[in-house]
């Protein structure tokens, strides 16, 4: 009755019968598994495949079933199996560039509905997933994990915009203009391609196939594909003739390389005259927010905005499962900073963590092997050395990688890839990509750059609002020579009419700016008018006066720190870090995910032992107890093995198991159960709730429990 007698108990000393195909052969088990007796009756069954619980077991025409008996009965189930099931034999499963099983890795999370391609009952649509409950799980708690990172400790402002977005914002962002990929053609059947990611297939067909391959060739190919997405389209063009590139699959002529725009236009109204698109990005409704969260923080730099939510993308090719996608989700972060001081008042807590950085210089070094480009050095030294243009992109960089480090992304597939010069817009001081290795090779999954003031000024121009911050000056009030400005409303509204708005909102805009008065001024002295927004102003109009006054501080439009996290390539990239093999034997395996505590989508699962109305009542009082301390759990009583219940706890990624049996009756005990080590203690129900939120929470690790509460044996895991 006991758990430690889990072998002799009537639950399980009975016999069974699995039934391998209904309408042929029937192989019958008897077995009394406390005594260890096992009675077969065995006929010689064509080769086929038994599947146990997530593991698979080849036997031959020649194999008896008491020849796999020791190893795999107290973990067995021995229901009916379909013949569907009973004939499936091992696939060959599709593998990454580093023989990852990304196969086996897909079908579990598709299986156990992680995600699906959307709308998958009328045949799906490339580049949409729909996340089923496991999934969303693990994404919400990885968002979960991203506001306390982020948002809590660094005390920003967090916000909701809308992803429905006027021309006219990402007209002025240069969205509109500017927000494209290069694409080429299939010339016979009007197919596209992302023209950059086919030169880099290409390019590494090439080098995957050739013999005798000279290193000095190889560099040279290298350092093609290194600036694939980073060339204009003649170049690209170029390249992809110079390389022999064909359409996939057709092997058919291409197209040469031109532009097209990401984003996916609308209208909003009925009219049909107001254009609009789904944004791209987060970001620009921070940007236009600005000023309310200035006032909001006091009116006080530095600061910084954050937002989680949709963006969408009209890939050309999407692809890749959730690493290319059409609509997504991001967290942005905006660090609004003194475009003259750029330092971190945090940046000491950071300064000697070790970071693996791939810095410009190294990439187009071609004297350089691939593994050799990379470097590994203290965030501080990189600050120093002026690799990382300031402190507070160093910070963040920091934060970045310990946030995915936090999260369970494996430290040693993670770098810091700085762009090339061409690769970066032309107002940015500095840009970093976090890239997380993957079965499909280095990923870009956070981009973290320093925008300048860029953003700030174009929508200030565009808008007619000031989007500045007024900054004290550090070594205290300065006698300064200004300009006062007076105005004539009267004469440039008779002259300009209708025309004087434009003129009045631009001399608002320009108030504060010391140094674009002093011109004027000077314009205005010399030549005697001056030109604003298109129109002549005379000295009838406007007039300047400078002067010598004590002033505190100046208004600057601020720089931007962004650092961009797309998370669902963070996602699949944790699913790949996760995914790991239970060895049992040298042909069964089980997989299962390895995700921490704190990303899990179900912390604790509650397993009654057998479906018993004693043990059943134990399940609601073990999940109140949870669910009061915000741990989820998920209750498993279906009729199935013990053994079996944890393996299906442990593919879904659930790092802890308690199990109620004939002992619990007794004394009010459990078994609380790791995932990982598969190792159990016995513990009161009443230190339950305290334990699990400490594991949650990594306030302990496993190996303290495991000295605090006495050891459970179990042959279920074995």
Request: proline residues 5%; contains cysteine; hydrophobic residues 35%.
């Amino acid at each position: 009755g006991s758990q430690k007698n889990r072998q002799s108990s009537p639950a399980t000393s009975i016999a069974h019968a699995w039934q391998v195909n209904p309408t042929a052969t029937t192989l019958s088990v008897h077995c009394l598994l406390g005594s260890r007796s096992v009675a077969t009756r065995t006929r010689l069954v064509p080769k086929r495949t038994l599947l146990f619980p997530n593991r698979i077991v080849s036997t031959s025409r020649s194999t008896p079933t008491s020849a796999i008996r020791n190893s795999h009965f107290r973990h067995l189930s021995m229901e009916p199996t379909s013949s569907t099931q009973a004939e499936k034999k091992p696939s060959t499963s599709a593998t990454g560039k580093d023989g990852f099983d990304r196969k086996g890795l897909e079908d579990l999370l598709k299986r156990r509905f992680f995600y699906e391609q959307a709308f998958s009952i009328y045949g799906g649509v490339k580049g949409l997933y729909d996340y089923g409950p496991p999934g969303c799980a693990v994404k919400n708690n990885l968002l979960s994990v991203w506001r306390q990172h982020f948002v809590l400790e660094e005390n920003m402002l967090e916000i909701e915009s809308t992803s429905l977005t006027p021309e006219v914002v990402l007209k002025t962002s240069g969205h509109v203009d500017k927000f494209q990929d290069m694409m080429v053609k299939d010339t016979k059947t009007g197919e596209c391609f992302r023209a950059d990611h086919l030169l880099e297939e290409t390019i590494e067909k090439i080098i995957a196939t050739t013999k005798n391959l000279s290193e000095e060739k190889k560099r040279e190919m290298l350092h093609d594909l290194a600036q694939a997405d980073a060339v204009p389209p003649e170049e690209l063009t170029r390249l992809l003739r110079k390389y022999d590139a064909k359409a996939p699959e057709t092997n058919n002529p291409i197209s040469d390389a031109f532009f097209f725009n990401l984003m996916f236009s609308t209208q909003i109204g009925p009219t049909g005259l107001s254009q609009g698109f789904m944004r791209p990005e987060t970001a620009q409704g921070i940007f236009v927010n600005f000023k309310r969260l200035l006032d909001f923080n006091g009116g006080r730099l530095p600061f910084a905005a954050a937002q989680i939510g949709p963006a969408f993308r009209n890939e050309i090719s999407p692809r890749a499962g959730l690493l290319r996608v059409r609509e997504f989700t991001m967290a942005e972060i905006e660090h609004f900073v003194d475009p003259k001081d750029k330092s971190h008042p945090k940046f000491k807590e950071v300064v000697d963590t070790k970071m693996l950085l791939l810095p410009r210089d190294r990439q187009m070094d071609k004297s350089l092997k691939p593994e050799d480009k990379m470097v590994t050095m203290t965030i501080g030294d990189a600050v120093r050395l002026g690799i990382v243009a300031n402190e507070t992109l160093g910070y963040f960089l920091a934060r970045t990688q310990q946030f995915l480090v936090k999260i369970g992304v494996n430290p040693s597939k993670l770098r810091f890839r700085q762009h090339l010069q061409s690769q970066m817009a032309h107002y940015a001081a500095d840009c970093w990509d976090a890239e997380i290795q993957s079965s499909y090779g280095w990923v870009e999954c956070v981009g973290c750059a320093d925008r300048s003031a860029y953003d700030l000024t174009q929508h200030s121009a565009a808008s007619k609002e000031k989007l500045s911050a007024f900054i004290d000056f550090k070594d205290g009030p300065r006698v300064m020579d200004i300009v006062e400005v007076t105005v004539n409303k009267g004469a440039i509204g008779k002259a300009l009419r209708n025309d004087a708005k434009l003129v009045l909102a631009h001399l608002e805009q320009i108030s504060d700016d010391n140094n674009a008065l002093m011109e004027l001024a000077s314009t205005m002295e010399s030549a005697g008018k001056i030109k604003l927004v298109g129109f002549e102003l005379g000295k009838e109009m406007i007039s300047f006066k400078k002067v010598s006054k004590r002033v505190v501080g100046e208004s600057v439009i601020p720089s931007v720190i962004e650092p961009s996290f797309g998370i669902g390539r963070i996602l699949y990239s944790l699913f790949e870090h996760a995914y790991a093999m239970r060895e049992g034997g040298e042909e069964e395996k089980r997989a299962y995910l390895r995700f921490k505590p704190c990303v899990a989508p179900i912390k604790c699962s509650i397993l009654p032992l057998v479906n018993n109305d004693q043990l059943m009542a134990y399940t609601s009082r073990i999940a109140k107890l949870l669910t009061s301390r915000s741990i989820s759990s998920k209750v498993d009583s279906t009729g199935v093995t013990i053994g079996k219940r944890y393996a299906r706890t442990d593919e879904i990624g659930i790092p802890f198991g308690i199990t109620i049996d004939f002992d619990t009756l007794k004394d009010d005990t459990v078994t609380l159960r790791e995932r990982d080590s598969m190792k159990q203690v016995r513990i009161p129900i009443k230190h339950l709730a305290e334990v699990m939120t400490s594991l949650v929470n990594e306030e302990v690790s496993w190996a303290d429990i495991l000295s605090q509460y006495p050891a459970f044996v179990s042959s279920s895991d074995e």
